[in-house]
């Protein structure tokens, strides 16, 4: 049993060693380009919110915990946040038909893009890949009207973080 145990913890010590881990864009860069279906099947490209603020939310998982306390924050500052020119997209590397039960379970109004492949959020340095489990990271990046990251959040709380998004649209955009 004792050699069992070292051989299951040296494979588990490898794969996490083994983990993938890129950069998130620095403030003041151009946004990374995306181009991802959302829980209508409807494709939506980072392009299409040019001329507004973008809130792009990166989530691990749909109907967990802190995911759904997060999209229901947003969700119910949607108002204050469109009221400012923004809009709030999600990102995690569930499916579209997992989105769109969640939208539905939620009454989320806000797109949440299929990142199946997890390209997005590793252009986003917010994809943790541990080749036996990938999901993303709580993550969110402001994007101004331009495409120009203009705050980057990688320690996200759930329960306070729409606050803070809608505080800093407001410092942004002087209203």
């Known amino acids: 049993m004792s050699r069992f145990r070292t051989w299951i913890g040296t494979i588990f010590t490898a794969t996490f060693a083994l983990a ?3 950069q998130a864009p620095t403030v003041g860069t ?3 380009d995306f181009s991802l279906h959302d829980q209508q099947g409807a494709l939506r490209k980072l392009a299409d919110f040019r001329g507004k603020w973008l809130v792009l939310y990166f989530y691990p998982k749909d109907e967990t915990p802190g995911c759904t306390t997060e999209a229901c924050s947003f969700r119910d500052g949607q108002a204050l946040i469109s009221a400012l020119g923004a809009q709030v997209v999600g990102v995690s590397i569930d499916d579209s038909s997992s989105h769109s039960a969640f939208a539905a379970n939620h009454q989320l109004p806000f797109p949440l893009l299929a990142d199946t492949d997890g390209a ?3 252009r986003y340095g917010s994809l943790s890949d541990w ?3 990938k999901f993303a990271k709580r993550q969110t990046f ?3 009207p331009q495409g120009v990251v203009r705050k980057a959040y ?3 709380d759930p329960d306070t973080h729409a606050a803070q998004v809608l505080a800093d649209l407001h410092t942004f955009i002087g209203r």
């Open 120 to 122: 997005v959020a590793s």
């Open 30 to 32: 151009a946004a990374p």
């Open 20 to 22: 993938v881990h890129a």
């Open 131 to 133: 080749k036996l489990v």
């Open 154 to 156: 990688l320690n996200v």
């Open 142 to 144: 402001l994007i101004d």
